[in-house]
């Protein structure tokens, strides 16, 4: 059973991967999967017409939902986020579980799998758990500016849910290294699993085409960013170099593609700008061919955010083969992708003067643009395939599976 708050039809964050997974382990005839998740919202923070239910039962591609209405905040201020959260992880603590095998609790989000976890203490506490780490809370307040104490209580209920579970999951070795040496967790229970993408690569020769559908020009530059615009993005610093590529006369088109929190301020920050556009959210075909069909795909994150998050869009960026602009600070998770992967450079978080050359600079050189590409493909087929990550977490359920039979046998023995 797996507990998550985001899922399919939502396009981005983490609801492509928890229904790649549940979809793989479904298909693969050795899981039986239930999944326990919210009515889609995200990244729009409005629920999706046709749903709203109290409760609803559905299938989809095979795999049984189990969608319960919870809070969600037309503006989604830091507390708003959190009542949304509890709401969800309330909700989720008063289904019925039944006796599953193994229960899996997404993060985020990290307070909803809290609550989850203390029911399942509560209640049912011989359930196997394994907690999937998508981002760190605990680094997410400390690295925007968050107050000391607030991060405090968050590390703490981050340090109990982590330490209480069976298995931690995490997408990246430096998310190990912080889940043992800040939240107390045993190296031998933390494992790591990559992201990867749902999309299937486009053919680069389809290229022109997926340009002339979108209407870019083949003069101009094409500098795509896409997947969530909220705060830890600080994407105003992509407005400000479209600003300075208008005024200095640059053939760059900044688009955006994609939702979230501070969509609408960008748009209203962007007003009257002629080489800035947006785009909302594509099926998965469309969202393939437009990262095709771009000169060079963006991540931009607000100075200071460099080990809460890899971002999700890069696993993405690399399977299309286009060559990826990252202005992030040095020495972040981002930066060592980018630079493991040779598949872009990185320009300083905040600089819309070095991403703008950047991006030119990339994006003018076809040669290196093409050799760029080249590499995040080959990097993409080397770690990130669906196929590796699925395969590793049917065996980090076999072994949680496996570890839980043997203390309930442990324990029946010692009862008798």
Do not use: C
Not at 166 to 193: K, M, P, Q
């Amino acid at each position: 059973m797996i507990f998550a708050q985001n899922y399919a039809p939502e396009p981005s964050g983490n609801a492509p991967y928890v229904t790649s997974l549940a979809e793989g382990l479904q298909a693969s005839g050795e899981f039986d999967l239930t999944v326990v998740t919210a009515h889609p919202y995200y990244p729009d923070w409005q629920i999706r017409a046709g749903y709203g239910q109290w409760k609803r039962d559905e299938t989809l591609q095979g795999v049984r939902l189990r969608r319960r209405l919870h809070y969600v905040p037309r503006r989604p201020t830091a507390l708003r986020r959190l009542v949304s959260e509890l709401s969800f992880g309330v909700r989720s603590a008063f289904s019925s579980l039944g006796r599953p095998d193994v229960v899996v609790l997404v993060s985020p989000s990290m307070f909803a799998s809290a609550v989850t976890m203390l029911r399942l203490k509560l209640l049912n506490p011989g359930t196997p758990v394994l907690v999937w780490v998508q981002d760190l809370y605990s680094l997410g307040v400390r690295e925007t500016g968050g107050r000391a104490e607030v991060a405090k209580v968050v590390t703490a209920v981050e340090s109990w849910l982590f330490r209480t579970a069976g298995t931690v999951t995490v997408i990246h070795e430096r998310f190990r290294h912080t889940v043992t040496s800040l939240l107390g967790v045993e190296a031998d229970r933390v494992r790591i699993i990559r992201n990867w993408t749902h999309i299937s690569p486009v053919e680069g020769s389809r290229r022109a085409a997926a340009r002339s559908k979108l209407s870019w020009g083949g003069d101009e530059i094409i500098a795509l960013h896409t997947g969530n615009m909220g705060v830890k993005q600080g994407l105003e610093n992509v407005v400000r170099a479209a600003e300075l590529a208008e005024r200095r006369g640059d053939r760059v088109r900044f688009v955006f593609i994609g939702g979230g929190n501070q969509r609408d301020r960008l748009v209203d920050m962007a007003a009257g700008l002629t080489q800035i556009e947006f785009i909302g959210s594509l099926p998965d075909d469309e969202y393939a061919l437009a990262l095709t069909a771009a000169d060079v795909l963006l991540v931009n994150e607000l100075p200071g955010v460099s080990g809460m998050a890899v971002p999700s869009k890069l696993t993405s960026y690399f399977a299309a083969g286009r060559p990826v602009v990252a202005a992030t600070d040095a020495g972040g998770v981002t930066d060592e992708e980018v630079t493991a992967s040779r598949a872009g450079v990185r320009v300083g978080a905040g600089d819309a003067r070095a991403l703008l050359d950047a991006v030119i600079e990339v994006g003018a050189d076809a040669e290196r643009s093409s050799q760029m590409g080249l590499e995040g493909v080959r990097y993409y087929e080397r770690l990130l395939s669906p196929e590796a990550a699925i395969d590793a977490f049917k065996q980090a359920l076999r072994d949680v599976r496996r570890s839980g039979r043997s203390k309930r046998r442990r324990r029946a023995l010692r009862r008798s």
